[in-house]
Each structure stands twice: as structure tokens, then as C-alpha cells.
């Protein structure tokens, strides 16, 4: 399985970003892909997922408003429209992807303890928010 995330960049705040993730080498039918974050010297949080079955959307509490994940079955990637963007944005953002959608949601929520691995993450990509 892999990831590969694109979009990020410097923007000043208030402004939007869009980032993409295009996944290959599913061995699932239904590949569930979510995007975390990891700002300088911050523990990696999670943003959003959106299940591959349903459709069904999970946000983090920190972004709903602000950020929309959503699928393109066409082009079969998973994007992140990120608006009114502000200095706290800052990170690097990854998507990663399971074949299994609640652990997936409890990476998201942060609530996961079990030490469940995801299936794949792809290597991230930078964006910078100035004030």
C-alpha cells in the first residue's frame, strides 16, 4: 500500500489550501483513508477521515468548520480543502489509510490505546500558515 500526499504549501492566514492523497496497492476492497497533522514540536493529531464504504465523515473537533474531506472516485484520491487557515495550521500534514474504518476513526479522535497499526502512511506534506 501506498500514499502519496500533495497540495501543501506557504499561504498567509485566512487564506485555502487543498491537499490531495492518491493511494495504490489496496489489498482491501474498501480502502479508508484519513489525514493527520504534526506541527513543530507537537504530538501528531488527527484532522479527518471518510469512510470508502459509506462515505460516512469523522472530524476532529479542532478543524470542523474550517476543513472538508471528501472523495474522488474518479480520480480515486481523498482530498483536504483547508479555509480560513491560520498560523496554528502549521504542520506537516499525511494521510494515512486502513482497511478497517474504527480504527481508523479512533486514530482520528485520538482515542486510540491499543497499539493498533494502521495499514500505510504516505510521507507527508508541508504546509506553512503566516500571520
Known amino acids: 500500500l501506498q500514499l502519496v500526499e500533495s497540495g501543501g504549501g506557504l499561504v498567509q492566514a485566512g487564506q485555502s489550501l487543498r491537499l490531495s492523497c492518491v493511494a495504490s496497492?489496496?489489498?482491501?476492497?474498501?480502502?479508508?483513508i484519513g489525514w493527520f497533522r504534526q506541527a513543530p514540536g507537537k504530538e501528531r493529531e488527527g484532522i479527518a477521515c471518510?469512510?470508502?464504504?459509506?462515505?460516512?465523515?469523522v472530524y476532529a473537533e479542532s478543524v470542523k468548520g474550517r476543513f472538508t474531506i471528501s472523495k474522488d472516485n474518479f480520480k480515486g484520491s481523498v482530498s483536504l480543502q483547508m479555509d480560513s487557515l491560520r498560523p496554528e495550521d502549521t504542520g506537516v500534514y499525511y494521510c494515512?489509510?486502513?482497511?478497517?474504518?474504527?480504527?481508523?476513526?479512533?486514530?482520528?479522535?485520538?482515542?486510540?490505546?491499543?497499539?493498533?497499526?494502521?495499514?500505510?502512511w504516505g510521507r507527508g506534506t508541508q504546509v506553512t500558515v503566516s500571520s
Open positions: 494515512a489509510a486502513d482497511g478497517a474504518w474504527a480504527p481508523l476513526v479512533h486514530h482520528i479522535l485520538g482515542e486510540e490505546n491499543s497499539g493498533y497499526r494502521l495499514d500505510g
Open positions: 471518510i469512510n470508502d464504504e459509506d462515505g460516512r465523515i
Open positions: 496497492g489496496s489489498p482491501y476492497d474498501y480502502l479508508h
